[in-house]
Structures are given as C-alpha cells and as structure tokens.
C-alpha cells in the first residue's frame, strides 16, 4: 500500500476467528497513513454459521478487535485519529449513504474469500473478489450498496424490538463506539440511550474539561446513525440512574459493560417494584481475541490493550495536562 491517506476500509471479516495477518497489517498502515477520519466498513462473513451460544460474545469481539488494532496503532504515534466501525450488513445503508465515502481514498481486502455477501452489489462484489492487500476500490465498485433487512441473514444472538443503554459519553472514544454499536445490533425498532446530565456530573475528575450534555448528545446520535440508518434513536438526559429504564414496559433488553453488569440489576428491581418485567441483561467486555501479529510483536499488544482500556477521565487529564503545559512560561 503506498502512504496516501487512506480514509476507507472495506473488510469481510469472519465472524467466527480472529482477524488474519494481511487484514492486521491492512488496518495499520491505514491507521499510519490517515490523519483525520478512517471508517472501516465490515461485512460478518459466515454469521449463519455461528451458534446462539457464542454469537454475541464473537460479534462485539470482531468489532473490539478491529478497533483495537487500528486505534492502538495510531496511540503509538499519538495520532488523534477518529476511528468508526461500521457493520455494512445491519447499517441499512443506500446508495446515496455511500456517495461520501466514494469520493474518498479506500482500500479493500477479501481475506481470501471467493464471494462477497449476496446483497452487495455486483460491481463491489466483483471487486472484492479481485482484492489484495494492496488492492484500491473504484468509485463504481462503492457507489451503491443496499443493506435491507429482508436480505440479511438471522443474527445468531437475539434481537429486542426495544433495547436501552446509557453512559456518560464523555469526549466520545473506543469503548463507547463498542457499547453503542453492540447496542444498535441488539436492536430492531429502537435504541433508547441515556445520557448523564450535567447536574450528576459534578463530582468527575477534571469536571472542567467535560463536554457539555448536548455536545455529547450529539456525538451520540451521529455515531448511531452512522452505524445503523433504520433504527428509531431517542437519547434521554438522565437525572438518576434509572431513567427511562424504569417506566417505559417495552425496553425489552440493556446492554452494559462487563464492570455496570452488577449494578445494572438494581434497574430491574426497580421495574418489578414499578410492575414491569425485568430487561434481558446483554453484557459485553472489551476483549479482542490477539491477532497472530499480536503474539508475535508484544509493543503493538500493549497498545492495542491500552486504545480499548482508555477511560473518558483518561481523556481528560491528557487534556488538563496539555493545557498546563501550554501555559507554562518560556524560559
């Protein structure tokens, strides 16, 4: 690949192993050669052989792990580089969604599979199946794509019509975007996420460096349309932890981390007290399953470890930091 911004990726990823050599070094040298903005557009090749036993924890590892390595390799040159994930097969997408993204630098990899998904068009179809490593997309070969519902195959996890989640969603990073997008593949019909409001925020670190409720607000409904067009997205300031969790009966499902799963059950006590049934509990844990790079080259592990670890007050005293080393007189 030669060194030209990069800004797009278009993946297939096997859903049920972890990523192969040539897409590790893909995602490095387009996190090396981009400065601004890379979305990696994935397809979960094989998703109909996957059990509902293991599907959920395989997808939100897939997307942890992409993330890991692209976001680790730009924390190794300090890059601030935004790095989206986007699931082409639940993004719903239509031809006039991808007319940004074909004006862009993108490269494509078909990790050695002979056809592409069914409801990609054949134009990209075609493509892909001819992609190397090194391989470059034509703007024909993106300029549409369908991604309906009707065509896409049964998710081996199972899927709410109404799903919740919440957060803080502070200066908006990996771990979110991993949260939020398991959240969007949990759902049908709608997301209904909660937002910290200001007034709870008061006792953070660093307080004076928190993005205020709209400006998260925001970045949180343009992160969820980026990663699915179909579903109804209503945000909500949260005032006490329960929020709409506790009132509204058709949230079927809340997705939290691994380290919010104890205290989450506190939420359906609320609902029974309230007469509601209690939602499904759907956790996920920022593990990516290490790639043969990986075990191989330990300082890229350490990195990637660290991109999906990174805390929103993590965020923030590297900002206070910068900010007091800025005002520091010359001498």
């Known amino acids: 690949m030669d060194h030209a911004p990069q800004r797009n990726l278009f993946l297939l990823v096997d859903l049920d192993s972890p990523l192969s ?48 390595v692209a976001a680790g390799q730009a924390l190794q040159r300090d890059s601030l580089l935004k790095i989206d994930v986007v699931p082409l097969d639940f993004s719903a997408y239509a031809a006039e969604d991808m007319e940004p993204y074909a004006r862009l630098p993108t490269a494509a990899i078909s990790k050695d599979i002979q056809a592409a998904p069914e409801w990609w068009p054949s134009e990209m179809r075609d493509s892909m199946s001819r992609s190397s490593p090194e391989a470059s997309i034509d703007r024909a070969a993106v300029a549409s794509t369908n991604c309906a519902s009707s065509t896409r195959a049964a998710t081996p996890w199972t899927a709410y ?29 709608r997301v209904v996420c ?3 409001a200001d007034a709870l925020l ?10 205020p409720y709209r400006q998260r607000e925001l970045n949180v409904l343009l992160f969820l349309r980026k990663i699915r067009k179909d579903l109804i997205v209503e945000l909500a300031p949260l005032t006490e932890p329960c929020g709409p969790t506790a009132v509204d009966a058709s949230i079927g499902a809340l997705v939290v981390s691994h380290e ?10 609320r609902r029974e007290e309230n007469g509601l049934a209690p939602m499904q509990l759907m956790p996920i844990d920022l593990i990516a399953t290490p790639s043969s790079a990986d075990r191989t080259r330990p300082m890229h592990a350490s990195a990637e470890n660290t991109a999906l670890k990174i805390s929103s007050t993590a965020i923030r005293a590297a900002l206070a930091e910068k900010q007091q080393r800025g005002s520091r007189p010359l001498r």
């Open 161 to 189: 019509p109404h799903v919740a989640v919440g957060g803080t969603f502070d200066h908006l990073h990996v771990g979110h975007k991993i949260l939020l997008t398991a959240t969007a593949l949990a759902a049908t019909k």
């Open 202 to 211: 008061e006792k953070k670190k660093y307080k004076q460096l928190l993005e």
């Open 194 to 196: 909660g937002i910290s």
């Open 260 to 269: 919010t799963l104890e205290g989450s059950r506190a939420l359906n006590v």
């Open 21 to 68: 050599q040539a897409h590790t070094d893909l995602l490095r040298a387009a996190a090396d050669s981009t400065f601004d903005e890379l979305t990696v557009f994935i397809s979960l090749e094989g998703i109909e052989r996957i059990s509902r036993e293991t599907g959920w924890t395989q997808m939100q590892r897939r997307v942890a792990e992409i993330y890991a």
